[in-house]
């Protein structure tokens, strides 16, 4: 059923759907706090994977050419469907996920994640947010890159070697340590530190 709603929106073009009631008189304002909802596996699994395999595409697709979808191809699943907007699609989809690689890094930056294994998300070590802001530059990188659609393989091998490094750096460290997954995101577990 859910399928079906997302089939809805996108043959109507509407942003929402569903059949959902209408939201009754706005509630007053009240004060927000940016608030974890889940470990940073769970973001780092739901966000930056899947943005940056769409990033990591254009090394050997430019995302100008159309799709070479058959007209009325109803396969696959609806995010794929949606590529049929152009929002959705080609140097867009690379820009949105550019988007969401830069959000991910102020996603990760919010006090009182817990990893995985129930530490708490290093982001108070001067490393980890470095790493967190080099991730949201070399995403606003690829961001103008996409912006101006026009494809240049070196450019994008060299933002794809760059986006990957800098995933790399701060996995170096915390992710990739010793004692799987118990030492992950603790200051000290990995033998050496990446630059
Ligand atoms: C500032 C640090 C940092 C950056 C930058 C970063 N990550 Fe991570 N990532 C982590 C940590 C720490 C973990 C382990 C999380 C856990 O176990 O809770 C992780 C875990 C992951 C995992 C889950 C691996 C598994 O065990 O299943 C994926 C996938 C991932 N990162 C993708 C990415 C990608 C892709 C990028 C770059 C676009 C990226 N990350 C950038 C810190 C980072």
């Given at each position: 059923?859910?399928?079906?709603?997302?089939?809805?929106?996108?043959a109507a073009f509407v942003a929402v759907g569903c059949n959902k009631a209408p939201e009754s008189a706005a509630p007053a304002a009240a004060a927000f706090?940016?608030?974890?909802?889940g470990t940073?596996?769970?973001?780092?699994?739901?966000?930056?994977f899947p943005?940056?395999?769409i990033?990591?595409?254009?090394?050997?697709?430019?995302?100008?050419?159309?799709?070479?979808?058959?007209?009325?191809?109803?396969?696959?699943?609806?995010?794929?469907?949606?590529?049929?907007?152009?929002?959705?699609a080609g140097w867009n989809a690379v820009e949105n996920a550019a988007v969401a690689i830069q959000e991910t890094a102020n996603l990760i930056m919010i006090p009182g994640r817990k990893c995985g294994n129930g530490q708490p998300v290093p982001n108070d070590q001067e490393d980890f947010k470095k790493w967190a802001s080099e991730l949201a530059s070399v995403a606003g990188e690829?961001?103008?890159f996409a912006a101006a659609k026009t494809y240049n393989e070196d450019t994008a091998l060299d933002l794809s070697g760059?986006?990957?490094?800098?995933?790399?750096?701060?996995h170096m460290k915390y992710r990739e340590t010793p004692k799987q997954p118990?030492?992950?995101c603790m200051v000290g577990a990995a033998p050496a530190a990446a630059k």
């Open positions: 059923m859910k399928r079906l709603c997302g089939l809805i929106a996108v706090t940016p608030t974890p909802h940073l596996l769970q973001v780092m699994r739901g966000i930056p943005a940056s395999n990033i990591f595409d254009i090394q050997s697709n430019d995302p100008g050419k159309p799709p070479a979808e058959k007209k009325g191809d109803t396969s696959g699943n609806a995010t794929q469907q949606y590529g049929a907007i152009a929002a959705y690829v961001q103008k760059k986006l990957s490094d800098a995933c790399l750096n701060c118990d030492d992950r």
